[in-house]
């Protein structure tokens, strides 16, 4: 390839998003249509949270509706990009020594397809899931980033797909984003300034950012993408943010394109 795939994380919200026309949506289809068009895109979802590290082998991988008590138009959604065995091998191979399974039964889960549906409508990028070993530390996952650059000179889009403020407990459904002062809305912040700074050591380390990181984050399923984002980032590329906003009062809708 002659061009350089950016590494980009999304916050991916709600798996409402998938249905809806909104301003998060809107930047995904732009996005989509602004940067190179990838040959293929490995994806790191917040919701492959296992105790291993594997990566989806199938040519044909299924769409995962990994959530409940969602209207019925929502499991009637369906993303039937191919998948790319052929990369699922390189990711391997990268990753060595660390052991990665070839994983033939997990499909595309709604961190995955809810934000590709917009980005790509066509399905017709092939796309494959890299899961996220909870067993490991915050270094791990920023490292396995590192290991995966190569692939944005083949032509590989890597996106990280979770939300840098994700708070369950916290969230208030109908409420339009956070007042300013708000803790979500402070974390984020920092976030922000923290990669434009590409002070990396400091959101590995984000249990030393203070109360707002044990708010934002009770638990790392939905930060530790933006890790692997990070680490497969060189130290000359572009930092942007194409989306932001907090929704609910406790969930960071927040974009990082890095290159």
Request: hydrophobic fraction near 40%; glycine fraction near 10%.
């Amino acid at each position: 390839m002659s061009f350089l795939m950016p590494s980009i994380f999304l916050g991916h919200g709600s798996p409402m998003n998938a249905l809806a026309d909104n301003p998060y949506t809107r930047e995904w289809a732009a996005l989509g249509i602004r940067i190179p068009r990838p040959r293929a895109i490995l994806c790191i979802s917040a919701h492959w949270y296992t105790n291993s590290t594997a990566v989806t082998i199938s040519t044909a991988p299924r769409t995962i509706h990994d959530f409940g008590g969602f209207p019925r138009e929502l499991y009637l959604v369906h993303y039937p990009a191919p998948g790319d065995p052929q990369l699922a091998e390189r990711v391997r191979q990268l990753l060595t020594p660390v052991p990665t399974a070839l994983d033939e039964n997990w499909g595309l889960d709604h961190g995955t397809w809810s934000v590709l549906k917009h980005m790509y409508p066509d399905a017709d990028i092939p796309v494959v899931q890299l899961s996220i070993d909870a067993t490991k530390p915050p270094a791990f996952h920023y490292e396995i980033g590192q290991r995966l650059a190569p692939l944005r000179e083949d032509g590989v889009l890597i996106l990280g797909s979770g939300n840098v403020v994700h708070n369950l407990s916290a969230f208030i459904w109908g409420r339009q984003g956070g007042n300013l002062g708000d803790t979500a809305d402070l974390f984020d912040a920092r976030v922000r300034e923290l990669i434009t700074a590409r002070d990396n050591q400091s959101l590995i380390h984000y249990d030393t950012l203070g109360p707002e990181a044990a708010f934002a984050i009770p638990t790392p399923d939905h930060y530790y993408p933006l890790l692997y984002t990070l680490g497969a980032g060189k130290a000359d590329d572009l930092i942007q943010f194409p989306v932001g906003g907090i929704a609910g009062g406790a969930i960071s809708m927040l974009a990082v394109q890095i290159g």
